[in-house]
């Protein structure tokens, strides 16, 4: 699967279409992500509040110990919920979403 991409300000390139995990039930999310990696999905959209998170991270860490994909073909979005922007709670959770996803 080809798709268009955004080149970010950073240099980074987002694919324009991605997977949304949004409303995706956590016992679902595992075989979804896994389903859509394989077809070429490369752009994953999470957040915690979801409650699927780590099945994200399931589905990620078999994708790239199988060689289906690198880190470096994914763009994998999360998000915080603003009582976390706080400075005492930013690191924290950022460092809980890096590790239910399994990436860094």
């Not at 077809?39 to 957040?47: K, S, T």
């Not at 860490?61 to 400075?87: H, N, W």
Request: aromatic share 8%; hydrophobic share 45%.
């Amino acid at each position: 699967m080809s798709t268009a991409k955004f080149t970010l300000h950073s240099g980074a390139c987002m694919p324009a279409i991605g997977l949304g995990t949004w409303k995706v039930p956590a016992e679902l999310t595992q075989t979804t992500v896994a389903s859509a990696l394989r077809v070429g999905y490369r752009h994953l959209d999470c957040a915690p509040v979801y409650g699927n998170q780590a099945q994200v991270g399931a589905a990620l860490t078999a994708a790239l110990s199988t060689g289906m994909c690198t880190r470096d073909e994914l763009f994998i979005a999360s998000k915080l919920m603003t009582y976390q922007l706080a400075p005492d709670a930013f690191a924290d959770a950022v460092k809980q979403s890096l590790w239910e996803l399994g990436v860094t």
